[in-house]
Nanobody, 124 residues
Framework: QVQMLSSGGGWVQTGGSMNLSCVVS????????MAWFRQAPGKEREFVAA????????YYADSVKGRFTISRHNAKNTLYLEMNRLKAEETGVYYC?????????????????WGQGTQVTVSS
């Protein structure tokens, strides 16, 4: 079992930056794919970025490439998402998620563990 607790959300001006964190506890000794998803009001949850917990390989949605950076600190069992040049349409609840394995997937239903979500509001 894995528990995930995210933090760092809030309000940011359009074009600004924000960092999210997700502390992972439980069976962190296994091989996981960790990811961030987001869900805007009235929309489906969408993939943002993923990272393999051991190897550190990273994957991004096309819409965030070059602006967002996913990383992890294994010793601290913490997943991060650095977001730059944020857009108003990126407002939503951001979720960290995890699944066993190293194969890259970006479908929410394929992830077994989820954080509680943290609200990110981008506006001018």
């Amino acid at each position: 079992q894995v528990q995930m607790l995210s933090s760092g959300g809030g309000w940011v001006q359009t074009g600004g930056s924000m960092n999210l964190s997700c502390v992972v506890s439980g069976r962190t000794d296994k091989t996981y794919l960790m990811a961030w998803f987001r869900q805007a009001p009235g929309k489906e949850r969408e993939f943002v970025a993923a990272i393999s917990w051991i190897a550190g390989s990273t994957y991004y949605a096309d819409s965030v490439k070059g602006r967002f950076t996913i990383s992890r600190h294994n010793a601290k069992n913490t997943l991060y998402l650095e977001m730059n040049r944020l857009k108003a349409e990126e407002t939503g609840v951001y979720y960290c998620a995890a699944r066993f394995g190293v194969v890259y997937v970006n479908t929410p239903s394929r992830f077994e563990y989820w954080g509680q979500g943290t609200q990110v509001t981008v506006s001018s």
